[in-house]
């Protein structure tokens, strides 16, 4: 049985916009200073543009080793264990430790490899930062609002980050009202539904294995 990964909406929102944080220049709504959150956010964009303005990222010969570079210097921004178990929902607690783990890896892959796909397609969008608001009561978690402009349209678009180890990280990305986490497990409760953790496991690495052919084939062609 072959089970849709995601549906229309999702994957223009997920390469248009959802990786567009890491392309992006924040330009603040205030002069107030920025908190935690928010500079752990603007930090990891702007290391990212660092990176897209050097020469080598535009040299096929050196663009392995770029990509490779801003892959890690993005993905530290995401707390992909909360990611996973957010996603996958209350079906987590049936998952072995070793399928836990072996499922973050492959959503990682697949949105690493979405994420490349994204930066392909970056055409100099600006975000504005709106506000800040706390989530819930305990002061670990905050919702980051903001807008981007795509093709003369402001599309709302929210972080949601939470803290953990130390530092600030993304745990969801809502774009009009419409959540990532909330977007996966609803695909994710479809494949659960009918099958087992090991079925997920192997739809999510294939679906990030058909991303990557689809990104090195664009790649050929554009060289």
């Not at 080598?56 to 992909?80: C, H, Y």
Request: glycine content about 6%; hydrophobic content about 35%.
């Amino acid at each position: 049985m072959t089970h849709t990964m995601y549906h229309p909406k999702l994957k223009r929102c997920l390469l248009s916009v959802c990786f567009a944080l890491s392309l992006c220049l924040f330009a603040q709504a205030k002069a107030d200073a920025a908190s935690e959150a928010h500079q752990a956010l603007e930090s990891t964009v702007n290391q990212v543009l660092d990176e897209l303005k050097k020469p080598e990222w535009k040299n096929p010969a050196g663009r392995d080793a770029m990509q490779a570079k801003v892959e890690s210097i993005i993905l530290t921004l995401f707390s992909f264990e909360e990611l996973s178990m957010r996603t996958v929902g209350p079906n987590w607690k049936n998952f072995s430790p070793d399928q836990k783990k072996r499922f973050m890896d492959a959503f990682e892959d697949l949105l690493r490899e979405r994420y490349l796909g994204a930066l392909e397609g970056y055409n100099g969008e600006i975000v504005t930062y709106v506000k800040e608001t706390p989530v819930g009561s305990a002061g670990d978690k905050v919702q980051i609002d903001t807008t981007v402009n795509i093709k003369n349209k402001t599309v709302p678009v929210s972080y949601r980050m939470l803290r953990g180890d130390g530092r600030w990280m993304v745990y969801d990305i809502i774009i009009e009202g419409v959540g990532m986490v909330q977007n996966y497990r609803s695909q994710f409760q479809v494949v659960l539904q009918k099958g087992d953790p090991e079925e997920l496991i192997t739809l999510v690495r294939a679906k990030a294995e058909e991303t990557r052919e689809d990104n090195n084939k664009k790649r050929q062609s554009r060289s």
